[in-house]
Structure formats: C-alpha cells, structure tokens
C-alpha cells in the first residue's frame, strides 16, 4: 500500500535552517507529481511547494517563496524540502502528499504522518 514517511524536523532557532524527507513506497514515485502541506495549531493545512513528477517545475507558496527549495530523487524514491531563513510562523506539522494526477495542485490523495517544525528562539 502507498506509505509517506517524513523525517527531518525539530526545534530550530529564526532564521535557522532544516532540511524535510520523505520516503515513498506502494507506488511509482516517478510517475506522480508530489506537494508538502503544513499546518499551524489551530489552523487548517496550508499548501506549501509541488514537483512535477521528472522534477522540471516547481510551485511555491507566496508564504516560502525563496527560502524553501523542493526536490526530489526519483531514484531514491524520496521528496525532499529545504527551509531556509525560518520564521517563528513556519511552526507546523510538515506533510508530504501524493498529488492526484491532471488536477490542480493542492488536491492530494495520500499523507504521510508528518514531522514537527518548530521554530523559537
């Protein structure tokens, strides 16, 4: 069955950096498109970044755009999301998705459990 597995998060301090994986298996990691989705306490998910599933485009929130780069390495079947110059409001469970194919981006039909982010001085 489809698994998305995140790793990588933690405490960091503003203006920090941490780098988010995901490891996929059940399908062909390849042949689908991929987003992260995060979301505060009390508030509801927030779409954050997208690949394309040959990685050659990349969408990113207004919110993270130019400090957060999305990658992925097909080979290894993993999606990765580099945050740069973290702010206190990027605190937030961080999920990988599996984007559902020919609908627009944010419409996602498997998650992973997610990884803490915590930004704080």
């Known amino acids: 069955q489809v698994q998305l597995v995140e790793s990588g998060g933690g405490v960091v301090q503003p203006g920090g950096s941490l780098r988010l994986s995901c490891a996929a298996s059940g399908f062909t990691f390849s042949s689908y498109d991929m987003s992260w989705v995060r979301q505060a306490p009390g508030k509801g998910p927030e779409w954050v970044s997208g690949i394309n599933r040959d990685d050659s485009s990349t969408i990113y929130a207004d919110s993270v755009k130019g400090r957060f780069t999305i990658s992925r390495d097909n080979a290894k079947n993993t999606l990765y999301l580099q945050m740069n110059s973290l702010k206190p409001e990027d605190t937030a469970l961080y999920y990988c998705?599996?984007?559902?194919?020919?609908?627009?981006?944010?419409?996602?039909?498997?998650w992973g459990q997610g990884t803490q982010v915590t930004v704080s001085s």
């Open positions: 998705a599996r984007e559902i194919p020919r609908y627009d981006w944010g419409t996602m039909d498997y």
